[in-house]
């Protein structure tokens, strides 16, 4: 061991002792950061062996990332040869000691070599492909649609050209080493570094120095992140395996669907004990998440494609989901010092203290962190939460905050308020007379069979309040139960006696009046002995579905289109008329994202178009662009950025179909009023209609 080899071991020493002391020091505060959050569910620990295999999947079968195809193969190899990484950098510190030093069982192992031989390559070319994305994607260049914007910038090159230098460092070891005539693996193993180890000089302090300088690489990145507890583009390595593992499901299934019940120590508030002043109703401050939420905030990699896919962040609008977990991120970190003083606050920093005194939903002048504007933007589409690579829970966040706002602060839209009003006093949103629900049946030649006067029905036809009020929505109504008719379905309707699901107003906020509502309908259902629901709202459809089990309402709940598809592929409905002039299919976020049902409306379309089938727009499927009115957007003026339903029309006007066919009440109405609007500025032809799914299928069998 000569003087160089001392020095490095040292050298190498030092700055490892250094980087663990901190990094223990750092996890250590990121803990007990994240225990400050509330308690969650005891269904976040079942299953155990399920979720450890999805965590699986989703990390090493990199199934979100691949959706991305090459970016997404790239990131592969670049957190396999991450892992890979370790051993690698452990394997530096024997070479530090000694040029024919290596790692213990596994060195000179041939197929140890090959796999980390080509691990190294693909990783070194995988990153540098991941650097041209973020250079090429910058938002100078994007004009502020870039999906890097507000991403902190440095940290990211940091952590890109860190992986550059170890791997580099790597390669050229192993090079060396041919070079000086200690290889340990064949050279079919290792082709790369002995083609390089046969071109260049090698001598055994070479072999020190540079794993020594690939030491301090790595060490000088694992200080950096260890000093930086924010860092999420390097710490989401570590924290994405527990926030997958604990995610609201033990399945791959992202968390849309049902939104959780407002909880208490991890079980879901009675609101006829619940005292708000002693149980928080929503979140009034960021250590009212869950430690999971505050879990998801310390996770975020700030890859944005969450901000790439939101449809409020895409038309100008304040809200983008990756800087407000962002916002939360930085606040809990920076507030924690003062919470975790408990009573004595001498010792708590000046600047703790001023970010404790910060309101979490306030405008500029009130230094809040959420702006009330980011925060009313969400539509709850979930196309954040489908993107998310490490499964953050952005809609549940979102709709936590607005629970306070409106139940305790009574702050929100004012057009919000008008549609609560109506839910409270006519049980629909819109106001109409009760008395009216049924007037949708009026001119139909044959009766519509109501629950309670006749027993003998398969399903129940839940028609929902846009189809009962709404003048477009209720010739869907008329066409489904047409369609049923003609088919011979055994169905029933409520008539008078539905009332609203529940589900504007759950996502604006006010979860006691959701539960009002649902317990009533529960207790209707029951009464009827319903046990087949088929929706044409995919809004009621999700909540009857996903939402009533959670208060006693257990019912197997299909779409309106489900049930067409099923009834065409069997023959009880054979379409006959072709359909002329070009058909695309924007999928609703209630129906598509959030369930999951993307081919029955399009099996249906399909046998109406035989010969040109179903154009498709540039997003569709899982990566539908929303029409705005979700999230109760429906009932609230849209006064920031270019309207999304504006965004929508013209990406179905870029198809040139004549028939925009849609499958729920709302995106019917926001695309109809959009591709009116083109057509008062000469932009879309007049032959251009948005129609329901079933008006298209009736037309077909209707000669």
């Given at each position: ?516 509502m649902a317990q009533q309908n529960v207790e209707t259902l029951n009464e009827v002995g319903v046990k087949k629901i088929v929706a044409s709202c995919p809004h009621c459809f999700n909540t009857l579905a996903n939402e009533y089990p959670q208060l006693g309402g257990t019912y197997e709940v299909i779409h309106h289109t489900q049930l067409l598809s099923q009834l065409v592929s069997t023959g009880k409905l054979t379409p006959v008329k072709p359909l002329d002039g070009g058909l695309t299919y924007h999928d609703p976020c209630y129906l598509g994202r959030h369930n999951r049902v993307f081919a029955p409306p399009r099996e249906v379309l399909g046998a109406v178009a035989k010969d040109t089938g179903v154009t498709e727009m540039p997003r569709f499927a899982e990566r539908s662009f929303c029409c705005g009115a979700g999230g109760a957007r429906m009932w609230m003026e849209e006064r920031i950025g270019k309207r999304i339903n504006v965004e929508r029309v013209e990406e179905a006007l870029s198809t040139n179909a004549q028939t925009v066919a849609v499958s729920c009440p709302f995106c019917l109405t926001m695309l109809g009023d959009g591709v009116t609007g083109k057509k008062a500025t000469g932009a879309a032809d007049e032959n251009v209609e948005v129609v329901d799914v079933a008006i298209v299928l009736l037309r077909s069998i209707k000669e």
């Open positions: 061991m000569g003087p160089v080899q001392v020095v490095a071991t040292v050298v190498a020493a030092l700055v490892t002792i250094t980087a663990v002391v901190l990094a223990v020091r750092a996890v250590r505060q990121m803990v007990s950061v994240i225990r400050l959050g509330q308690a969650v569910p005891a269904e976040r620990f079942d299953g155990k062996g399920q979720r450890t295999a999805t965590m699986l999947r989703e990390t090493l079968g990199h199934t979100r990332m691949l959706k991305w195809s090459g970016i997404g193969l790239a990131h592969w190899f670049v957190m396999v040869s991450f892992l890979v990484l370790f051993l690698l950098v452990v394997e530096a510190y024997f070479d530090v000691v000694s040029a024919e030093g290596k790692l213990p069982l596994l060195g000179g192992w041939a197929p140890y070599g090959l796999v980390t031989e080509w691990l190294s390559v693909f990783g070194l070319i995988g990153i540098l492909a991941l650097i041209v994305v973020r250079l090429r994607n910058l938002p100078t260049r994007k004009k502020g649609l870039s999906r890097f914007t507000g991403s902190t910038m440095w940290q990211a090159y940091y952590v890109e050209w860190t992986i550059v230098g170890v791997l580099i460092c790597g390669l050229l070891i192993r090079s060396l080493k041919f070079a000086a005539g200690h290889a340990e693996y064949p050279a079919w193993a290792t082709p790369v570094t002995y083609g390089l180890g046969q071109v260049i000089p090698g001598n055994d302090t070479a072999i020190s120095l540079v794993a020594m300088v690939k030491l301090l690489i790595s060490m000088a990145w694992l200080i950096t992140i260890s000093l930086n507890v924010t860092m999420g583009v390097a710490w989401h390595r570590f924290s994405a395996f527990p926030n997958i593992w604990f995610k609201r499901t033990a399945s791959e299934k992202p968390a849309l669907g049902a939104l959780q019940p407002m909880m208490a120590a991890g079980k879901p508030i009675d609101f006829e004990e619940a005292d708000p002043e002693e149980v928080p109703f929503g979140v009034a401050a960021v250590e009212q998440f869950t430690w999971k939420g505050l879990l998801d905030f310390t996770t975020c990699t700030e890859c944005g494609r969450c901000q790439s896919q939101c449809p409020a962040w895409n038309t100008g609008k304040p809200l983008s989901p990756k800087l407000l977990v962002l916002s939360l991120r930085d606040h809990a970190y920076a507030k924690a010092p003062y919470l975790l003083a408990g009573e004595n606050k001498d010792g708590v920093s000046t600047e703790a203290k001023a970010e404790a005194e910060r309101p979490l939903i306030g405008g500029a002048e009130e230094m809040g962190i959420i702006d009330p504007d980011v925060l009313w933007s969400c539509t709850t589409c979930g196309a954040c939460v489908e993107q998310c690579p490490v499964d953050i829970e952005h809609v549940d966040h979102i709709v936590d905050m607005r629970r306070y706002q409106v139940m305790i602060e009574s702050n929100f839209p004012t057009e919000a308020g008008v549609m609560l009003r109506n839910l409270e006093n006519k049980g629909n949103p819109w106001g109409a007379a009760q008395s009216a629900r049924a007037d949708w049946m009026k001119g139909l030649d044959f009766e519509v069979p109501v629950a309670g006067e006749v027993e003998d029905f398969e399903y129940l036809f839940w028609v929902g309040c846009a189809g009962a009020f709404e003048d477009r929505a209720k010739r869907t109504t008329r066409a489904v139960a047409t369609l049923l008719h003609e088919a011979g379905v055994k169905y029933a309707v409520l008539g008078d006696g539905e009332s609203c699901t529940g589900d504007p107003a759950r996502r604006v906020g006010n979860e006691f009046l959701f539960q009002m």
